[in-house]
């Protein structure tokens, strides 16, 4: 059992850079691939980022790829994801979640456990 928790989001201008933060607790965190949700106002929730669990592999939505960075520390037992460049589109409920198979990192139902959430606005 994994235990996940965002932290980082806040309110950013348009243009500004945000980082985001997701805790593992529980587990074995450096043998799960993580992935960045994010869930728009009155939209489904979308992929974002994902990264497997040596950090060698990454994978970005084309909305967000050349802006944002996906990366872990797997002695923190932390995942981050780097906002730059953000946009007013980027405005989320963001979640971090945990796989533990390298499979079709994109699909929500890939993944075994999540967090709660954190709240990011950007203002233009």
Excluded at 45 to 59: K, L, P, Q, S, Y
Aim: charged share 20%; with cysteine.
């Amino acid at each position: 059992q994994v235990q996940l928790v965002e932290s980082g989001g806040g309110l950013v201008q348009a243009g500004g850079s945000l980082r985001l933060s997701c805790a593992a607790s529980g587990g074995t965190f450096s043998s799960y691939h993580m992935g960045w949700f994010r869930q728009p106002p009155g939209n489904k929730r979308e992929f974002v980022a994902a990264i497997n669990w040596r950090g060698e592999g990454t994978d970005y939505a084309d909305s967000v790829k050349g802006r944002f960075t996906i990366s872990r520390d797997n002695a923190k037992k932390s995942m981050y994801l780097q906002m730059n460049s953000a946009k007013p589109e980027d405005t989320a409920v963001y979640y971090c979640a945990a796989s533990r198979y390298y499979l079709m990192l994109r699909s929500e139902s890939s993944y075994d456990y999540w967090g709660q959430g954190t709240q990011v606005t950007v203002s233009s």
